[in-house]
């Protein structure tokens, strides 16, 4: 089992909708997580933190479920912009951080 | 945030061949990441280059292979050694937040990763 698992998608999501995805992770130690994005050929970049009391950042709300072992990452009023690759982040001790294989979005007119 | 350049951008190499990728960051920070993604996959921990110490290899990675060096407070090189076409990849360099104590040791990291554009090796 990986240790951070997401779907790959695609998730198909017409502009103006809302998209969910989740992502699971196996170390029940876990310390730290976070959703990044990735554009097409580009570099990671920090979308936002993931506080375990749920946090948003204007349309995006991350969400995190220790008990299952999960975090989520909505996103309300999709923009066309929002078309990218999403890749959970867990840091465990020692500041290890581990990707997630990313959840790929495409937001369509 | 923190500014890192990469070089080459891209290279297209022969088998056998060995390859050097440079790192150099715009702050001092103390740990500088290695990672590999290769096509349609997420990323990949190689090491960890520590200034003053010898790199830190994550299972399945040795020194041999990719040799590192970490000079000073701000640069790194990452080799692809003997490559072949299994090693066709992006290569990226990477660093912690500086003002998160990426520069005292990561002692405090907030998680943010900031990366360099990357280096598309492709091996024939």
């Known amino acids: 089992r990986k240790e951070v698992e997401q779907d790959p998608g695609p998730f198909n999501v017409p502009e103006g909708a809302t998209v969910a995805f989740n992502c699971t992770y196996s170390?029940?130690?876990?310390?730290?997580f976070f959703w990044y994005r990735q554009d097409c050929r580009k570099e990671p970049k920090l979308l936002m933190s993931?506080?375990?009391s749920g946090n948003e950042d204007g349309r995006f709300t991350a969400q995190l479920n220790r008990a299952s072992q999960y975090i989520s990452l909505l996103i309300r009023d999709s923009k066309l912009s929002d078309s990218a690759t999403y890749l959970c982040?867990?840091?465990?001790?020692?500041?290890?951080?581990?990707f997630g294989g990313g959840t790929r979005v495409l937001v369509k007119p | 945030s923190a500014v890192i350049s990469q070089k080459p951008s891209r290279d297209i190499c022969q088998r056998g061949t060995s390859l050097t990728i440079q790192c150099q960051v715009d702050?001092?920070?103390?740990?500088m990441f290695w990672y590999r993604q290769q096509p349609g996959q997420s990323l990949t921990l190689i090491a960890t280059?520590?200034?003053?110490?010898?790199?830190?290899?994550e299972s399945g990675f040795v020194i041999d292979k990719f040799p590192i060096s970490r000079p000073n407070l701000t640069f790194s090189t990452l080799t692809v050694s003997n490559m072949s076409p299994e090693d066709s990849s992006i290569y990226l360099c990477?660093?912690?937040?500086?003002?998160?104590?990426?520069?005292?040791?990561?002692?405090?990291?907030?998680?943010?990763?900031?990366f360099g554009e990357g280096s598309r090796l492709t091996v024939l």
């Open positions: 990477s660093v912690a937040s500086p003002l998160a104590g990426g520069l005292s040791g990561q002692k405090t990291n907030t998680g943010e990763l900031f």
């Open positions: 170390n029940s130690a876990s310390q730290s």
């Open positions: 993931v506080y375990s």
């Open positions: 982040v867990v840091g465990a001790a020692g500041n290890k951080l581990t």
């Open positions: 702050s001092q920070v103390t740990m």
């Open positions: 280059a520590n200034q003053g110490s010898e790199a830190t290899y």
